[in-house]
């Protein structure tokens, strides 16, 4: 058998619930194909935090680096740490996070707006508008606001605290993004929408300039630019129109929240974070829901559709990686829904329930196609 070797770092709150589920749907669909995988659970945010002092410690690092992927769950605050805002910066959950990506060097971020037609009821918005909607945020993710130097706390002129960031993007670093994104339009519908402010931002006017450098490479992609408060407006006017969407760091983090209540909610988005030289990372957009931690209610699917993400695009095993994706298709065709994404006569259902109703489809239901 094939073997891989995972670094899995469940994190916090219901980051512990739903990687329990992606890792043994990995696990059986690996198996179902040949595959065997090695998971190496390791400790990072909170998690990290308490049993060790820091977020991100060097053994959740040298794992994760001599890993073939990184699965992450989730980090953040908990019931237990309902706030961080009393540690150092250093030491806050998200850390953990902002480390591990710099670490890998990942610097793209695939979010994947993708509508179930099972679904189409656990919206907010009307079946006419979601119907059939399926595009790639492309997320920057190594640099902006997140990243920019200077940054900190000040006093001003006039004696008043300040606090402030620094939005800077370089020209390589827009390149590379872009070009993923066009790499991407050219396996999709051939259209990618760059999102700015270039009509303020002294780093937005770089960032269309350079995509837009970058399309002469790309003729047979239809290259638009739109303003980020527009976009807001056009994700929830028209989705439709979206093939690849490419923006940067906080604009993406923003965009693909918006984005997720057209699936249903963020509970189904996941994603992966690509580019890097070495193991890339996987980790659903949700947080780690301190408001439902503990109660098995958490919607497992994010998690699950990102351990699809990893096999897709991180070990390129697309076969093990259709085998979950029917698995899903075929759970929520027998009805079964957690509770954010309940439809009119569906079988609400809790997290560990879903994913055995999930490892039931791969084995049973769905064990061929
Ligand atoms: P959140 O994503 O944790 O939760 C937002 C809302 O969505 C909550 O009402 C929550 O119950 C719901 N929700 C989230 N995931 C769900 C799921 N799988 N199933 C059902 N409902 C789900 O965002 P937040 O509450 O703003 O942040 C909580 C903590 O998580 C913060 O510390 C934040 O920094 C952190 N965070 C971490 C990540 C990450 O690890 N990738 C992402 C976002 C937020
Ligand atoms: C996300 C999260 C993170 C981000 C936070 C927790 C640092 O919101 O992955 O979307 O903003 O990148
Ligand atoms: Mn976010």
């Not at 992606?22 to 190496?40: H, N, T, Y």
């Not at 189409?120 to 006419?128: D, H, N, T």
């Not at 350079?210 to 239809?222: A, G, Q, W």
């Amino acid at each position: 058998n094939k073997k891989y070797t995972i670094a899995v770092l469940p994190g916090d709150g219901i980051g512990t619930e739903v990687t329990p589920v992606a890792v043994e749907a990995l696990r059986l669909a690996g198996s179902l194909e040949g595959i065997d995988f090695e998971f190496k659970e390791m400790l990072v945010g909170g998690a990290a935090y308490e049993a060790t002092g820091v977020p991100f410690p060097e053994e959740t690092l040298k794992a994760s680096l001599e890993s073939d992927a990184v699965y992450l769950g989730a980090v953040g605050i908990t019931k237990k740490m309902p706030s961080s805002d009393h540690l150092p910066k250093h030491l806050r959950p998200e850390v953990g996070l902002m480390r591990i990506r710099r670490a890998l060097g990942v610097y793209a971020n695939l979010r994947p707006i993708t509508v179930f037609p099972q679904l189409l009821e656990a919206s907010s918005l009307k079946r006419s508008v979601t119907e059939e909607v399926d595009f790639m945020i492309i997320r920057e993710l190594a640099g902006g606001l997140y990243y920019g130097k200077p940054r900190g706390f000040g006093i001003n002129e006039k004696g008043e605290e300040t606090g402030f960031c620094t939005e800077i993007y370089s020209s390589s670093e827009v390149d590379r993004v872009a070009r993923i994104a066009f790499d991407m339009a050219m396996e999709r519908r051939g259209k990618v929408c760059s999102v700015d402010k270039a009509t303020i931002l002294e780093s937005s006017r770089l960032w269309r300039k350079r995509v837009t450098i970058m399309s002469e490479e790309y003729p047979e992609v239809d290259l638009s630019h739109m303003l980020v408060d527009t976009s807001g407006m056009e994700l929830i006017r028209y989705p439709k129109q979206f093939d690849v969407l490419l923006t940067t760091n906080v604009f993406g983090d923003i965009l693909s929240d918006v984005s997720a209540m057209i699936t249903g909610g963020i509970g189904m988005l996941p994603s992966a974070c690509i580019g890097g030289p070495g193991p890339q990372l996987f980790e659903p957009v949700h947080g780690s829901a301190p408001d439902i931690e503990g109660e098995d209610v958490a919607n497992p699917l994010a998690a699950v559709l990102t351990a699809v993400m990893l096999l897709r695009y991180g070990l390129k095993e697309e076969a093990v990686a259709k085998r979950i994706e029917n698995a899903i298709f075929d759970t929520l065709n027998e009805g079964f829904r957690t509770r954010d994404i309940s439809t009119p006569g569906a079988k609400i259902v809790g997290c560990k329930k879903m994913g055995e109703e999930i490892l039931k489809s791969l084995y049973v239901r769905v064990p061929s196609y």
